[in-house]
């Protein structure tokens, strides 16, 4: 029995890790190129609502990813999807980096948006099935952690290539391509979590009502945050005028912090109500989006933006929470394909919400992009808010 025990926690420690390990490279790939908006400009000869276009087309890929993947992660096991979608969306943040031209570009983006659908389904599934019962909030804040490494990771490379970057663009996009160094090691070490034979036929449309406030709530957290991050190298240069070494260095505490408060929150969920803990960080984004996004001249300012940001990157600690309220909420079966569709659904929300900021950004200017963005942090946390105060309450029998 010991022997059995030692295996089972070497194989849900390596799921852990390999699938941490290849969510913070889908987010490194996802954000790396919000660092080259204005050397892709040049040399793609495009605008700032194209090149927001093109930001979102990873996270539209991303939602056909994770229902095409979540399907196929429910019928034929989540660590083959964890290897495609992986090896996938590296391979096409490779080409991204010797695109010829803005079709390629763009093609290259989408189908790079597509497998990171996969790896985060199969990902998140995998090292959440993979724990102990006691411990899947811990290990789901693990697993989201990868977030934060992924994208402080981008602010380290940044930092490396910042007197280079003019002509080391493409190098620098290249670095995406490194997480096809987990292939191996997801293969030889990393079991599957489900038996194909034992795995019921899925019944979705039975599931609906919980998918909808999940795909609000999910779609609240991710326009919250891109809203802020994904123009956050804008707003800090031209609009704070912020130092570009300030700048790297902000992103790589924010996100570190972020990491950090993950693995917290998660923590957390072991042992508090989940709900009462997305209500917590609802609160504290409210409270530091004023700081982290100025739009009162007199706190434009280095320092209190980095507090602000700071705070902002804690406060999304709770997003773990949430995918974990989810496949607590609904039986193996069809957890793949639910977790993937609202979570990359919410993605999407997020891409769509900056297209829009872009479009203002391109007619009004950055001031009013400022603005915006606030408005649309308060009104996706609202909508995070009432999904999770009417989440369903019938009883649903899990069986893991």
Do not use: C
Request: hydrophobic fraction near 55%.
């Amino acid at each position: 029995m010991l022997k059995i025990a030692i295996i089972l926690m070497k194989e849900y420690i390596h799921a852990t890790i390999s699938s941490t390990l290849s969510w913070a490279g889908n987010i490194y790939d996802l954000l790396l190129i919000t660092y080259v908006y204005s050397y892709l400009m040049i040399a793609f000869s495009l605008n700032y609502l194209d090149i927001s276009i093109l930001f979102a087309l990873g996270l539209i890929g991303r939602v056909a990813g994770g229902m095409i993947f979540g399907k196929y992660a429910d019928l034929m096991g989540r660590k083959p999807v964890m290897i495609i979608g992986t090896g996938g969306y590296a391979l096409f943040q490779g080409l991204m980096a010797f695109s010829p031209n803005a079709l390629l570009l763009f093609v290259f983006r989408g189908l790079e948006g597509l497998f990171m659908g996969a790896a985060w389904t199969a990902g998140m599934v995998l090292a959440y099935e993979k724990a102990p019962v006691s411990a899947r909030g811990f290990v789901t804040g693990i697993y989201q952690a990868g977030y934060g490494i992924g994208y402080a990771l981008t602010a380290v490379t940044y930092f490396i290539f910042l007197s280079s970057l003019a002509s080391d663009w493409r190098l620098f996009l290249l670095t995406g391509a490194f997480p096809l160094i987990l292939l191996p090691y997801i293969q030889l070490k990393v079991g599957e979590s489900i038996k194909k034979t034992e795995v019921e036929k899925p019944r979705y449309k039975d599931y609906l009502d919980v998918l909808i406030k999940a795909t609000l709530a999910m779609s609240g957290m991710f326009i919250a945050y891109f809203s802020v991050f994904g123009n956050y190298t804008t707003i800090a240069l031209y609009y704070a005028k912020m130092p570009p070494y300030f700048l790297a260095t902000l992103m790589l505490v924010a996100n570190m912090i972020l990491a950090g408060s993950f693995v917290l929150f998660g923590k957390l969920a072991d042992k508090i109500n989940k709900r009462k803990l997305i209500y917590a960080g609802v609160i504290g984004l409210l409270a530091s989006i004023p700081f982290s996004v100025p739009i009162f001249s007199f706190l434009i300012n280095p320092y209190i933006m980095f507090i602000g940001t700071v705070g902002f990157a804690f406060s999304t600690g709770f997003w773990p929470v949430m995918p974990l309220l989810l496949a607590d909420s609904v039986p193996i079966n069809v957890r793949g394909f639910l977790s993937g569709f609202a979570y990359n659904m919410g993605g999407l929300m997020g891409g769509i919400a900056n297209i829009i900021l872009g479009v203002i950004s391109s007619l009004y200017g950055i001031s009013a992009l400022a603005k915006f963005i606030d408005g649309f942090v308060i009104f996706s946390l609202i909508l995070v808010f009432v999904s999770v105060i009417t989440w369903p309450k019938r009883k649903i029998v899990v069986n893991n």
